[in-house]
């Protein structure tokens, strides 16, 4: 299953909205429905995100082709800006978006066509992404015992990704292994996608897969039911600190005081190396109806005033291993994720 796919003049994607109840797509024809449907969580996750952004650029390279250098990189940095301001917290977006735009400019100075050499590059992160969530399921699934009962948060699958997941990505590939794995998934208010989408898709493949409240976390830990936590991430920072879907670091929290290993699984790209650590990570906040309300539905009084912050930071000291595509980095070097990551791609590079 993929969140999204080029058909060659525009971009379709499964409406995340309409999940479990019904499966639609929408087609995005401009930059501006990219970002429209990034807004309103059409697409949502971090690395499905960028690639989608990646093919809004494409999108909006349509729209300058036969124009001056100047005038086309002009626009697209006005697309990678109107991008960029959809949803503040997934790095992934800015990657992306950073991604094409260098690559645009190396196209116009070599006067090559800018919306083949963009297809090009937005098809290779969508690739990449497929193949580096495998990788971090072959090195993840090692972390998980056979007979494992995993706890996730959110959802970080196949719908948050291009394909395949990463922290689903490590569940998948553990019992790809040969492994019986059991899943428990929070249902993630406000928005629930653990409920609409990460059960989904895994009872799609058959998993045993049990929903929680997320309030329910600490007393199922407490009753010795979860072996191990596995999560994604929307940005790291170079010492370790985690951001990741609100809730994320209670389960951390909930996990070391239970000695419950808590892992999580994203790609280099959600790595934003520019910053020391996790304070200086921009937290989304959403609209306030999104808790007043469950669905159209109105549960709390229209007057009260509410926080809806989206995503929380857990400390890299709470974590035990950020599995990656270049492999684990173990508790010990957390506090040096951003060091560890930059001297494996050299050791990857220099292999090249
Ligand atoms: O607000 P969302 O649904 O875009 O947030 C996504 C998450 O926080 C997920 O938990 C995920 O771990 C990051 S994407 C693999």
Not at 325 to 352: C, F, H, N, T
């Amino acid at each position: 299953m993929h969140s999204l796919i080029w058909r060659d003049t525009y971009l379709e994607l499964i409406d995340q909205t309409k999940l479990p109840n019904s499966v639609e797509y929408v087609s995005c024809r401009t930059y501006k429905e990219v970002g429209e449907a990034i807004k309103t969580m059409k697409v949502r996750g971090a690395p499905a995100i960028g690639a989608a952004a990646a093919f809004g650029v494409v999108l909006g390279s349509f729209e300058v082709k036969d124009a001056p250098p100047e005038k086309i990189i002009n626009h697209l940095k006005k697309v990678g800006e109107e991008l960029l301001s959809t949803r503040p917290t997934a790095v992934n977006l800015k990657w992306a978006v950073e991604r094409m735009l260098k690559r645009a400019e190396r196209t116009v100075i070599s006067n090559s066509d800018v919306v083949e050499e963009l297809i090009s590059e937005a098809v290779s992160i969508y690739k990449e992404d497929l193949h580096v969530n495998k990788a971090i399921g072959k090195h993840g699934e090692r972390v998980v015992p056979d007979g494992a009962v995993v706890l996730t948060h959110c959802n970080a699958g196949a719908l948050a990704t291009v394909g395949y997941g990463t922290a689903l990505g490590v569940i998948r590939a553990a019992r790809e292994a040969g492994k019986k794995i059991s899943v428990i998934a929070c249902e993630t208010r406000p928005n629930f996608q653990g409920a609409r989408l990460t059960v989904w898709e895994l009872i799609k493949e058959g998993f045993d897969v049990k929903l929680i409240v997320d309030s329910a976390a600490g007393y199922i830990m407490q009753r010795g039911l979860i072996d191990l936590v596995v999560v994604g991430a929307d940005r790291i920072a170079s010492n370790g600190d985690t951001a990741n879907k609100i809730g994320t670091y209670s389960l951390a929290v909930l996990a070391k005081h239970h000695g419950i290993p808590f892992y999580v699984a994203a790609p280099s790209s959600t790595f934003d190396l520019n910053l020391a650590d996790g304070s200086q990570i921009p937290v989304e906040e959403r609209d306030p109806e999104e808790v007043r309300k469950v669905g159209t539905t109105r549960i709390a009084p229209a007057e009260v005033d509410v926080i809806n912050y989206v995503f929380d930071i857990t400390p890299g000291s709470l974590i035990t291993g950020i599995i990656t595509e270049y492999g684990i980095i173990e508790e010990d070097r957390i506090g040096e994720a951003g060091k560890w990551l930059e001297k494996m791609k050299s050791e990857v590079e220099k292999e090249k």
